[in-house]
């Protein structure tokens, strides 16, 4: 349970949600921050019940909503579309999803979780498993962590590793990473291990999917050989990468991640609305 009580610290503030594509945690943590500031939301949750359906562009869409809301929160499938809709507000936009290329405010909930529950972030080691090339979470995430002193292990199949963009930004920042496709050889020597699910919806062949969709399962006894405070992520929604044997074991803290995203998304609302005076 989240505290019950309600600032009025955005109380003359209106949130609008544009999602494009599907999403539980963001746009409900998004909302519910914004109610639990005071503030009020409006929005869409799907392309159809919107006139770009009627063929309407993104750039009229936005320069619509400004109007009638003070912050943007956009999901789009195609990635640059919350840049290019930045271009055309007058009021924030915030990036809730930009195709398989960023998830922005996951990435710092995500940095968030790690520091709440490692104390640190510095000198931890980190897996980032699964689809690395479609999920968004993974790529954010890592543009975070190049501000840090990690040991990064990308582990994928060879035909969702990490995009080059990313990996070649790390080594100008001189990141270290590793890259294996195989996770349970590394698993004793993790910190945190971040999973992602294999994007399906991102592929173009479907059978490309098939061939990879079970390659990391977790189960609970992959958990006695990690180290006692290891912990295991996961931007959620999950599939069938890790076992819900493994939910109420302490080193899983998927559900408390999501709890935590509606904190940040809080200080971020805040933040971006109110400036850095607000507490
Ligand atoms: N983690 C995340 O973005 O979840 P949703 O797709 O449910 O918003």
């Not at 999803?97 to 979780?113: M, V």
């Not at 897996?127 to 002193?149: E, I, M, P, Q």
């Not at 291990?193 to 079970?214: A, G, H, N, S, W």
Request: with cysteine.
């Amino acid at each position: 349970m989240v505290n019950n009580k309600y600032s009025k610290l955005l109380d003359n503030k209106i949130m609008a949600t544009l999602f494009f594509e599907p999403s539980t945690r963001t746009r409900l943590s998004f909302e519910s921050a914004m109610l639990r500031l005071g503030g009020k939301v409006i929005g869409f949750q799907t392309r159809d019940v919107s006139s770009v359906k009627k063929g309407e562009s993104i750039a009229d869409t936005v320069r619509t909503v400004e109007n009638y809301s003070d912050i943007i929160v956009i999901r789009h499938p195609l990635e640059g579309v919350a840049r290019m809709a930045a271009k055309f507000s007058s009021i924030p936009i915030i990036n809730g999803g930009s195709g398989s290329a960023e998830h922005p405010t996951q990435a710092l909930l995500d940095l968030f979780t790690i520091k709440e529950e490692c104390g640190t972030i510095d000198g931890l080691n980190i897996g980032l498993c699964g689809d690395l090339k479609y999920g968004r979470t993974v790529h954010s995430l890592a543009y975070l962590f190049s501000n840090y002193n990690i040991n990064l292990y990308f582990i994928s199949p060879a035909s969702l590793k990490m995009r080059f963009r990313i990996t070649d930004w790390l080594r100008d920042k001189k990141m270290k990473f590793k890259e294996t496709e195989k996770f349970k050889e590394i698993l004793p020597i993790l910190d945190i291990l971040y999973m992602t699910r294999i994007q399906e919806e991102r592929f173009l062949e479907p059978e490309e999917y098939e061939k990879v969709k079970d390659v990391y399962i977790l189960t609970e006894k992959d958990l006695d050989n990690t180290k006692e405070n290891f912990r295991l992520m996961h931007p959620l929604p999950r599939v069938g990468e890790i076992s819900p044997d493994i939910d109420k074991s302490p080193k899983a803290v998927y559900f408390k991640q999501m709890k935590y995203g509606l904190y940040l998304r809080m200080a971020l609302l805040a933040l971006i609305l109110k400036g850095n005076n607000f507490v």
